[in-house]
């Protein structure tokens, strides 16, 4: 199955991803408007309606949101625009300064000149921080889905020539700029991590996408977006996904030569986990940093010096690669819609599984009655790793999604995924 990002039908709106930097990794969540119907902004019903079916009159509030979005979308703000309205804000004009009447602490004399400016001046800012936080659009990394078989990445020409080192960037408040400060956005892209789910006892590898920011797009930029984001919350988007690494777990630096990534990690000295745990956090590592494109391979430092063994539990010297998935991937996989996602009221269910007669489950409930229950025919039986992808159609509301698979020993449910989906 790749692990490049394959946008789902149905509009799904991925949820941002958890942890780390709540400004270079977009807040989980994400702005509580964001994908909501017109009428639902500031609603307490589901589709901005009253109960009984009756439609609100917008507000003004609403009419003035909806026309400072319109005028945001259509205004391609310069990369130097940023800097130059600050400016005038700190300094103001003196056209201004001369309608300024003070009384009783406030500003009065209000009048349709001065209201057409302000409302320009605020067009103008809406629009500046709309390209400032949103960025230029990512190019596409749409591929061609591999139903049977891990991708088998190929040697990237940039990283052929010597190895790139790229150290990890410091945490930041502002929303990223390129390098040199000129006020121009970076772009995003949608990154695998994997993190560890399942049983404490027998924990497999599960993957989620997230859109995390990207400087020069490289691979080893790519991996260090990407690592820095595992490493970053002890959870996934879904709270049943975690991480195997220690809090306190730091990117040190990246560097790619010849489709092998080298990792320099810190603060990993001390970890209590058994071999299992230690192997899989490994493998953890491996499998996110080989998503990306080019990278084939991960060599392993630790606090700049090579590493032999982690945490005296399991060997990591030289060349390490991805295990064969019927040993570390998750036997059930609800690969999407992923944990919090909107989606629109017909949308796409992708499942995945390692199974042996290729038969999975798909359970859809909501306030705990099920409203659908059916078998889930993958698309190739285990070892290798079959795929399904279904339409589903649901009225609005918030559902959860379970992919599982019966035991044909007991007939009990084994190997459940589950995510809270909201239907729009």
Request: proline share 11%; glycine share 12%; net charge positive.
């Amino acid at each position: 199955m790749s692990d490049e990002w394959n946008p789902p039908v149905g509009d799904a709106t991925m949820n941002p991803p958890r942890g780390g930097d709540r400004t270079v990794n977009a807040p989980r969540g994400g702005d509580p408007t964001a994908g909501a119907p017109a009428g639902a902004v500031g609603g307490g019903h589901a589709g901005g309606r009253r109960p009984g079916g009756e439609t609100p009159p917008p507000t003004d509030e609403d009419v003035l949101r909806r026309v400072l979005a319109a005028y945001a979308e259509r205004i391609e703000p310069r990369p130097d625009a940023l800097p130059e309205i600050r400016r005038r804000i700190r300094g103001g004009t003196r056209a201004t300064r001369r309608r300024r009447v003070p009384l009783a602490g406030r500003w009065c004399g209000w009048s349709p000149a001065a209201a057409g400016l302000v409302t320009v001046a605020v067009l103008t800012v809406a629009a500046v921080a709309v390209g400032v936080a949103g960025g230029p659009p990512a190019p596409s990394e749409v591929g061609p889905p591999a139903a049977d078989a891990l991708p088998s990445p190929a040697v990237s020409p940039s990283d052929s020539a010597g190895p790139r080192v790229v150290p990890a960037p410091a945490p930041s408040v502002v929303a990223p700029t390129r390098p040199g400060g000129t006020g121009a956005p970076d772009r995003r892209a949608d990154l695998a991590v994997y993190y560890l789910g399942g049983p404490v006892g027998r924990p497999r590898l599960y993957r989620e996408f997230h859109r995390l920011w990207l400087h020069d797009g490289s691979a080893a930029d790519r991996i260090t977006a990407a690592v820095r984001n595992m490493l970053d919350g002890p959870t996934g988007m879904d709270p049943d996904y975690r991480s195997s690494w220690p809090v306190g777990t730091e990117l040190r630096g990246v560097s790619v030569s010849r489709g092998i990534a080298t990792i320099d990690l810190g603060g990993v000295t001390r970890h209590d986990v058994d071999e299992v745990g230690a192997r899989l956090a490994v493998q953890q590592l491996v499998w996110t940093v080989t998503a990306v494109p080019g990278v084939s391979g991960v060599r392993l430092r630790l606090d700049g010096a090579p590493a032999d063994r982690l945490w005296d539990r399991v060997e990591v010297s030289g060349v390490l690669r991805r295990a064969p998935a019927a040993e570390v991937l998750a036997p059930v996989w609800l690969v999407s819609p992923q944990h919090g996602d909107t989606v629109s009221g017909t949308f796409e269910v992708h499942v995945a599984g390692i199974l042996p007669e290729a038969t999975a489950r798909l359970r859809i409930a909501q306030g705990g009655r099920t409203v659908r229950d059916q078998v889930v025919t993958l698309s190739v039986a285990g070892p290798a790793q079959g795929e399904r992808r279904l339409t589903v159609t649901l009225p609005p509301g918030r559902y959860t999604l379970t992919a599982y698979a019966i035991s044909p020993a007991d007939g009990g449910e084994r190997h459940l995924d589950d995510h809270l989906v909201t239907v729009r």
